[in-house]
């Protein structure tokens, strides 16, 4: 056998078996819900959860409290108009340069998680638009679509917004549900009362419907697709990392 030959074939092994020399290397398991939730709590050191508390028995063993005397100091949210040191936010450029960012970083460590950083920003385009009326005012409604593209993955934001026909900046009001509407609405009469969008376009406001299971699946065993698999390419979350609520 030629020399070339033997280099080839090893070159195949080598690429079959990964880099680290076993069958499974390079590859991500994916976890199911319960798996990703007790690799979780094995990160961070948690043997077991507290039971929630029972919320249709006054007289259980940990009945819900809605006393804030009782809840403890430890419930109580901090300030948002004052520094950690007590220090008032008196003028906007403390707000934004200071508290603000303070605000942002505490959400980030505590509830939402960090967005990886390099996360490549969305391309939109249109995929319809169309002239309706609301509340005698002309709108001009625009069905969006956002990719997101990156490590051989696309994200598709679904995005419906509508403006003022004319319109060339205002604010708007941004609700995360369905653009098609509620799926157990669909077929029924309306609800009686203004429609939220109507009220916002009399004011010469935008509205926005943005739905948020189009980039990140509500559903814990899927935490490894949706735009939190693209971001960490397929790989579980760790502790820091954002998750759901944040994507």
Do not use: C
């Not at 004052?82 to 200071?98: E, I, Q, Y």
């Not at 009220?199 to 739905?211: C, D, L, P, Q, V």
């Amino acid at each position: 056998m030629r020399r070339r030959d033997l280099l080839t074939g090893a070159a195949a092994i080598l690429a079959s078996l990964g880099a680290s020399g076993g069958p499974a290397a390079g590859r991500v398991a994916v976890l199911t819900g319960e798996q990703a939730h007790r690799r979780m709590l094995d990160k961070l050191g948690i043997k077991a959860l507290r039971p929630g508390v029972d919320g249709m028995n006054p007289d259980a063993a940990n009945p819900v409290n809605y006393d804030e005397v009782r809840a403890g100091p430890f419930s109580l949210l901090p300030d948002p108009l004052a520094l950690p040191d007590g220090t008032p936010v008196r003028d906007a450029a403390t707000w934004w340069k200071v508290r603000r960012p303070e605000i942002v970083e505490a959400f980030a460590r505590e509830i939402h998680g960090r967005v990886p950083r390099g996360l490549p920003a969305p391309v939109w385009r249109t995929v319809k638009a169309e002239r309706v009326t609301r509340g005698g005012v002309a709108v001009v409604e625009r069905r969006l679509a956002g990719d997101v593209t990156a490590y051989g993955r696309t994200v598709t934001i679904d995005l419906l917004v509508g403006a003022p026909e004319g319109a060339v900046k205002a604010p708007a009001v941004v609700e995360l549900g369905f653009p098609d509407g509620p799926p157990w609405l669909r077929g029924r009469p309306l609800p009686p009362g203004p429609d939220w969008r109507d009220a916002a376009i009399a004011r010469g406001w935008a509205y926005a419907i943005y739905a948020p299971t189009s980039v990140q699946p509500d559903d814990p065993g899927k935490l490894q697709d949706g735009i939190i698999g693209l971001a960490h390419r397929g790989r579980p979350r760790d502790p820091d990392d954002w998750g759901a609520l944040r994507a």
